[in-house]
Each structure stands twice: as C-alpha cells, then as structure tokens.
C-alpha cells in the first residue's frame, strides 16, 4: 500500500513537472509571434531584441530551476529522506510538538537553500544585465533572511498549533484548525501593512502637492474620501513599478510604487489608482480572504480522513506514524487537484482585473490607464505575446492587449 503510494506521488511530482514544461515551451513559442495591433510600436527593433532576450535568458533560468527542483524531489522520495529526517528530530527530542516544528524549519530551511542561487542570479545576474535592478548585496541577504525568519515563525507557529488541535480533538481537529487558520488569515490580510512589509521596504503617505491633489480630486468624483494613499520605495529593489490595493477595515490601504513617478504622468497614476480604488469597491481582498478560507478549510477535512492512515508516513520512508509527514504526503497527493483547480484561481483573479479595470474606465480614465500600462509593460520589457493556453491556465491579469480591448468598449 505504502509503495503504491509512493508511486503515485512520484507519478502527480512528474505530471506537475511535465504540465509546467509544457506551459513554459508553449510561452516559449509563441514569443515571436506578431505583436498584436493595439500594441505595435511599443518596442522599436532595438527594444524587440532586448525584450527576446530577456524572455530567454528568464526561461533559461526557470529551466533550471524547474529540472533541478524535480531532480531533489525525485532523490529524496526515491530515498524516504524525508522519512529518515522525521525519525532524527524524533531522536533529537522526545517533546512531540517539538519534533514537528524541527521538521519545519529544517525542511523551510532546505528550499531557501535550494532556491537562493537562482534567486542571487536573477537579481545580479539577469536584472543587472537588464538595467532593472536596485537591490545591494546587503539588501538582498538581509532580505533573504527575514523572509526565511518570518516564514519559518509564523508557519511553526501555525503548525504548534494545529498539532495541538490534532492531538487534543483527534479527526476533529480540523473544524478548530480552519478557525484557526481563518483568524491568522484576517488577522495578516489586515495588518499586512503593519507588520510584514516594513521589514522590507518603507512606507509613506502621499506627501501634499500635484499628485496628492490629483487624486484627491479623482477620488472625489468617485465619491469617496478614501485617504489612505502609501508611496513604497520599490526603487530600493527594482526600477520596475507597480501599485496595489491591500487590507481591508481601517486597515485598508492603496500602495503606490516609487518607481511609478518615474515612468508616469500624474494622469496615468491617477488612472492606476482609479484601478486600485476598483478592487477595492468590489471587495476583491475580502473575496479572497474567503476564498482562502474555504479552500483550506476543504483540504483540512480531507485531510482529517487520512491523517491516521499508517501508510501515509511510510509513502515517504517513515518508521512510525507522523502528523507532518502524513501532512506532507496529502499536500504531495493532493497537487493533482491544485494543477486543475489553477485555471479556475486565475479566471476569477483576470475577471477581478478585468473590473476593476472597468471601474476606472468607467469614470474616464481609460485611455490614461492604457498609456500607463503601456509604459509599465515597454519598461519591464514584458512578454506582449504570451501563448492563450498559458493566459488560460495561469495568468492572474488579462493579457495587456486583452485589457486595452476591454477598457476600450467602456467608452
Ligand atoms: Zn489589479
């Protein structure tokens, strides 16, 4: 039982490999394909060559990254490693809750590993290259390390937690872990502003003067005396610019990049925020939260069926039965279902854009939002062409050329 178990998590490891090959060969295809007409002219032949260049140097990367992700992950179940780990934290502590969070941060600590180089060569490397990157050495490395030191916290944390459920309720645990989960996610939806990015970048509300009473007044004309408007120095990162709407409650807030100011007219800010300022009159971050919410509260009953099943810990090479590594197992067996349900996550995610995108159309800045989303895209040197399986299956916002058609009927 054990064995066939283990071949087929090897069997959805190497379909999710394949299924994320295959997307990435198509993007590659159809890269030279002609750009289409609402966007010609956006790169002239010199920037066309760089944009081609960009988008291979990335993929070429992202296959290495791919292969050797797949490769680890083949050596450590072929090996039960992840069996073999379980039973050293056992023998390191016999303190059960201790046990699981030494897993954890073990096993958090091993793919930041893993995923660092790549990441040190894309930021110094590929952005450098590319005229696009801000971040220093020093930057980077403490970066590195908060984001590890925040993760690995709040997921033990989590996980303490759970396991206590677990070992207190028994199957029943998972009604007590989703509310659990719930309030965490409510609780860092809410103060993700206060709490998690100022370890890395700062925040700054709109200081008076032209941009500030722009859209002040643009904000008036949608009747609202919404105020809390953030400028973030992303330019201490990249030279690339964006904005986005976050919280919800008295927490809520739109975030504008620094670097925005420097690609973009007041008029195309004031239509990015327009933008923004639409997600938030469709509750898209509530809509999500919940989405979250129900989501993890389905895995978590499924879960609760096939936690004490003996063979779940064995598929991995475990000894004795263990809460994480029937854990990891599940989210292993599981990956099937999240590979199918992709494509639903990223239509509901391009049919919120696709509203929000309307709503500032909708109150005439259409054509300001489609020279500023030009601009940010010429500067990113983003892919004009992405193949429609690709859109289909995984991009979160509609393909530029599909929203300048979108935002183009509301006139
Ligand atoms: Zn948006």
């Keep these: 039982m054990a064995q066939t178990l283990l071949i087929l998590i090897i069997a959805f490891v190497t379909l999710e490999f ?12 159809w890269m030279t394909h002609p750009v ?18 960009y988008m291979r140097t990335n993929k070429r990367v992202s296959l290495i990254a791919r292969c ?34 030494l897993f954890l941060v073990i096993y958090n600590l091993f793919n930041t590993v893993i995923a660092l180089p790549f990441s040190y060569y894309s930021t110094f490397v590929i952005e450098e290259r590319f005229g696009f990157n801000r971040t220093t050495h020093k930057t980077f490395w403490l970066d590195t390390i908060k984001s590890f030191a925040v993760s690995t916290v709040l997921s033990a944390v989590l996980m303490a937690v759970v396991y206590w459920l677990y070992q207190t309720f028994g199957q029943q645990f998972w009604i007590w872990a989703t509310l659990v989960c719930a309030v965490f996610i409510i609780f860092f939806t809410m103060f993700y502003s206060n709490l998690i990015v100022p370890l890395f970048n700062k925040q700054t509300p709109l200081p008076e003067g032209e941009l500030r009473d722009a859209i002040t007044a643009a904000l008036a004309s949608f009747g609202s005396k919404f105020k809390d408007i953030y400028i973030i120095d992303g330019s201490k990162h990249s030279t690339k610019a964006n904005a986005y709407f976050t919280g919800f409650g008295p927490k809520k807030r739109i975030v504008l990049y620094d670097t925005l100011q420097d690609q973009m007219t007041t008029n195309e800010i004031v ?24 989501t993890i509260a389905i895995n978590l009953f499924i879960f609760s069926l096939l ?9 991995l090479g475990g000894t004795a039965p263990s809460f994480i590594l029937a854990l990891v197992a599940f989210s292993l067996l599981l990956s099937p279902i999240d590979l199918l349900l992709s494509p639903a ?28 989303l030009k601009k940010l895209a010429s500067h990113a040197l983003s892919n004009l062409t992405p193949h429609p399986l690709v859109v289909w299956y995984s991009y979160s916002h509609p393909t530029l050329a599909q929203r300048i058609r979108a935002i183009r009927t509301h006139h």
């Excluded at 289409?36 to 260049?53: A, M, S």
């Excluded at 069996?83 to 059960?96: F, R, S, Y």
Aim: net charge negative.
């Design 18 to 29: 394949i299924v994320s090959s295959v997307l990435s060969w198509l993007n590659t295809k």
């Design 36 to 53: 289409p007409p609402e966007l010609e002219g956006l790169y002239d032949e010199e920037k066309y060559r760089r944009q081609q260049d």
């Design 68 to 101: 050797v992700s797949f490769a680890l992950t083949l050596i450590i179940l072929g090996f039960g490693l992840l069996g073999w780990l379980d039973n050293q934290c056992k023998a390191w502590t016999d303190v059960p809750v201790l046990q699981v969070i």
């Design 271 to 294: 239509a990015v925020l327009a933008h923004e300022f639409g997600h938030y009159k469709h509750r898209d971050t509530f809509k999500n939260m919940i989405i979250s919410i129900v």
């Design 307 to 315: 936690v004490d099943n003996p063979h779940l810990p064995v598929a």
């Design 345 to 372: 996550g990223s239509a509901i995610s391009r049919r919120a854009e696709y509203r929000a995108d309307a709503f500032a159309a909708s109150h005439g800045h259409g054509e300001a939002l489609i020279s500023g």
